[in-house]
C-alpha cells in the first residue's frame, strides 16, 4: 500500500530566512516514489538524491508542504519504520548544514498475510477457451498470519464480452455488477472473522456466449480475470484502503472450428448419387455418400485431422471427391482420414469439404433395423494463435438419412424374399 508524508514547516520568527534546508532519513525498507515539489540535486552530481530539498527564501510567517509519496518492502523482521526529518541553514560556501530542529514519526508495518489464489478449469495459468464452454472459477484464500481478519470481502472482475451472466451457478448468490461479482459477511458468513489458519474456497461456474450471440469483429473475444480482497481490520488495527490483488489469468477464445457430418442418397440437386435399393434390402448393394464439411472463424488452424470408422460389413468404395487435402483408408482399422495442412479463418462449409462412397449388403439378422454406414467422426487441429489442440465430434451416420430430404426415412432393412 502507498504511504504518503507530510512535512509542514514556518517561519515563526520577525525576519526572512533564506538557504533553509529540509533533510529526510528514510527507513531502510522505504522504497520512494515521488514528491511534490521535487528533490533538489546538484546538476553536476551524479546521484540522482531524493531526500534533501532546499528553500532559497522563506518570508517572515510563510510557511510550506512538502509531500513525499512511497511504499515499504514486506519484511516480517522490521515490524515498525521511523521517519526521520530534519530542517535548518544551509551554508553553501562550506556546503555545511545547521540543524535547527528535527521530528520523527513512527509506522507501524503489517501483512495482512491473506493468501489468494484464483483459479479457472483447475488452473491459475493462462489457457484457451472455446465458444460455448463452461468456465469453472475458484477463489482459494487462507489466513497466513496470526491475526484476525475482520470483515473480508472478495470481488472477482470478469474483463470480457463473451460470458453470459444470466447463467452463472453461484451457491453463494454473489452481488452482481456490470462484470463484477462480490460476496462479503453478508453472503459467506465465515468472512465475518476469519481467523489464523482458515481456509476457504468461492465457487461459481460462467458460460462462454456461442459463437452466434457474439460479434466477431467488435467484441471483446478475450476473458481477463482477477479478484480482490479488502478487509476492515487486522487485529486491532483499523485498515483503510487496502486491497489485496490475486494472479490474473488470461483466456484467449479459440477459433469457432466447425464440423458437419451428412449421410445421402440423394444429392442437394435430388439427384441420385447412391446406387442399389432403398430402403436396403437384404442381400442386395445398396451405396450411399458421406459428406464432410469443415467450417472455421477466427484463427488459422493447422494439422487438421477427420476420421470415423466404417463398421463391419461396411465397404469403403474408393470413390470420394476432396477439394481440400488429401483423404485415405485404411484397411487395418477400417478408418476413414481427411487430413489438411492448414485452413484459413473465415472459411464455411462451401469451402471445404469432401465426399466419399460405402457400401453395404444387409444379412437377414439386420432385417428391420438401420444400418449404421459410419461411427462417430472425429476432427482435432491446433490453433495457430492460441497454440492449443481443438476437438470436435459429429454424428454417426446411419441408413435413416436425416438430411436428405427425399431419400431420408427409409432407412429400415427390409426382406423381398418373403
Avoid: C
Avoid at 532559497?56 to 510563510?62: D, H, P, T
Avoid at 455418400?289 to 474408393?318: C, F, K, M, Q, T
Wanted: net charge negative; glycine share 6%.
Amino acid at each position: 500500500k502507498k504511504a504518503t508524508y507530510k512535512i509542514l514547516y514556518r517561519n515563526d520568527s520577525d525576519q526572512d530566512l533564506a538557504k533553509i534546508k529540509v533533510l529526510v532519513d528514510y527507513p531502510a525498507n522505504f522504497i520512494f516514489q515521488e514528491a511534490l515539489p521535487e528533490p533538489f540535486h546538484k546538476e553536476e552530481d551524479a546521484r540522482n538524491l531524493n531526500n534533501q530539498w532546499i528553500i532559497e527564501n522563506l518570508e517572515k510567517n510563510q510557511e510550506g508542504e512538502i509531500e513525499i509519496t512511497g511504499g515499504f518492502l514486506a519484511d516480517e523482521q522490521i515490524p515498525s519504520a521511523n521517519f526521520n526529518v530534519q530542517i535548518g541553514f544551509l551554508d553553501e560556501e562550506f556546503d555545511e548544514f545547521s540543524l535547527q530542529q528535527e521530528k520523527s514519526i513512527s509506522t507501524e508495518i503489517i501483512e495482512s498475510n491473506l493468501s489468494m489464489n484464483l483459479i479457472v478449469n483447475g488452473s491459475n495459468q493462462n489457457q484457451p477457451i472455446s465458444f460455448g464452454q463452461i468456465l469453472t472459477y475458484s477463489i482459494v484464500y487462507k489466513n497466513l498470519g496470526q491475526k484476525d481478519l475482520d470483515d473480508v470481502s472478495f470481488t472477482i472482475t470478469l474483463d470480457s464480452d463473451i460470458l453470459n451472466f444470466e447463467e452463472i451457478e453461484d451457491k453463494n448468490f454473489g452481488i452482481i455488477d456490470n462484470n463484477s461479482i462480490t460476496w462479503g459477511k453478508d453472503q459467506i458468513s465465515e468472512l465475518d472473522l476469519v481467523r489464523p489458519l482458515d481456509e476457504g474456497s468461492i465457487d461459481f461456474s460462467i458460460k462462454v456466449l456461442d459463437s452466434t450471440d457474439v460479434n466477431l469483429d467488435t467484441d471483446n473475444l478475450q476473458v481477463k480475470s482477477k479478484s480482490q480482497a479488502s478487509l476492515i481490520k487486522i487485529g486491532d488495527l483499523e485498515i483503510e484502503e487496502l486491497d489485496i490483488s490475486s494472479n490474473e489469468i488470461l483466456n484467449n477464445i479459440n477459433t469457432d472450428i466447425q464440423l458437419k457430418v451428412e449421410g445421402r442418397y440423394f444429392n442437394e440437386d435430388n439427384i441420385a448419387v447412391g446406387t442399389g435399393p432403398l430402403p436396403p434390402v437384404v442381400g442386395e448393394r445398396t451405396t450411399f455418400r458421406i459428406y464432410w464439411y469443415i467450417a472455421n472463424s477466427l484463427h488459422e488452424v493447422s494439422d487438421v485431422v477427420v476420421s470415423a470408422v466404417l463398421p463391419d460389413g461396411v465397404e469403403w468404395v474408393d470413390k470420394y471427391l476432396v477439394k481440400t487435402g488429401q483423404i485415405s483408408y485404411s484397411d487395418k482399422d477400417n478408418r476413414v482420414s481427411w487430413s489438411i495442412n492448414k485452413i484459413s479463418a473465415g472459411q464455411d462449409f462451401q469451402d471445404i469439404n469432401t465426399w466419399f462412397d460405402v457400401a453395404v449388403i444387409p444379412t437377414k439378422q439386420q432385417e428391420g433395423k438401420l444400418l449404421i454406414l459410419s461411427d462417430q467422426t472425429f476432427l482435432v487441429a491446433t490453433d495457430e494463435q492460441t497454440e492449443s489442440e481443438i476437438s470436435k465430434s459429429g454424428k454417426a451416420v446411419t441408413s435413416n438419412l436425416e438430411n436428405d430430404p427425399v431419400g431420408g426415412g427409409r432407412g429400415l432393412v427390409i426382406d423381398i424374399t418373403e
